[in-house]
């Protein structure tokens, strides 16, 4: 199956720094890139939709100006914390869509998932 | 609004034979995905299904239901490593996932 690389898989940082993540495809393009947040006990929950060569698109109650995501390339998407808080402390995973995917039922589309970033602001 | 709705927790013998559900409620309806994700890690892919039937996998089996809003994930011959939880998550009409809050498998010797 497709594999999404996610680095760095652990970030300790202090309050007031940026954290930049790293979302990559590796053997499949991805013109769509989503980026989420999960706190413990929790389902996933949606920050933005990341898309090549245009601006993201953010979910509800998400901060644009404090969770910056770029998506320069088919292969790479990058989520950066800006002026990182305790508060902002989570598990993020991305994940992307593979076009080209097990789809024998019909249209259809499969999302793979990186391996996550567990961010820890002190 | 849109709403997947799935068991919080669930217990099962080891060897048996374990049956998650998941209704919905979204607009529109591009796809069904089940998902496991073991703590502290990421999901993982198990099944698709966009057709009504059953998809038999292995020892996973998902089924779905459209008309009923309907879905389950069936796990046979339950292994120690099968306790996680599973996510059931829905495509919309937008090609946007709805997710499930996940239903915690607790498999017991």
């Known amino acids: 199956g497709a594999v999404v690389s996610q680095h760095p898989s652990w970030v300790i940082c202090k309050s007031g720094t940026s954290v930049k993540i790293e979302c990559r495809s590796l053997?499949?393009?991805?013109?769509?890139m989503f980026w989420y947040r999960q706190f413990p006990k929790q389902s996933l929950m949606l920050m933005a939709t990341?898309?090549?060569?245009?601006?993201?698109?953010?979910e509800q109650g998400v901060e644009k100006d404090k969770f910056l995501i770029n998506h320069a390339s088919l292969t790479l998407s990058t989520l950066t914390v800006t002026s990182a808080h305790p508060e902002d402390s989570s598990f993020y995973i991305c994940s992307a869509r593979d076009l080209s995917g097990p789809n024998h039922q019909g249209v259809g589309e499969t999302q793979y998932f990186g391996p996550g970033t567990r961010l820890l602001v002190l | 609004g849109q709403n997947i709705d799935q068991p919080t927790e669930m217990t099962a013998t080891e060897g048996a034979i374990v049956q998650i559900n998941c209704t919905y409620q979204t607009s529109g309806f591009n796809g069904l995905f089940w998902y496991q994700q073991h703590a502290g890690e990421a999901p993982t892919f198990l099944s698709y299904?966009?057709l009504d039937g059953l998809e038999e996998k292995g020892r996973f089996s998902s089924f779905l239901s459209r008309s009923k809003g309907y879905s389950y994930l069936l796990l046979k011959e339950l292994q120690m490593k099968d306790s996680a939880s599973y996510l059931c998550a829905v495509m919309d009409s937008n090609y946007q996932l709805i997710w499930g809050a996940g239903t915690k498998l607790i498999i017991k010797p």
């Open positions: 053997d499949f393009q991805a013109t769509t």
């Open positions: 990341s898309n090549e060569g245009s601006k993201a698109t953010y």
């Open positions: 299904n966009v």
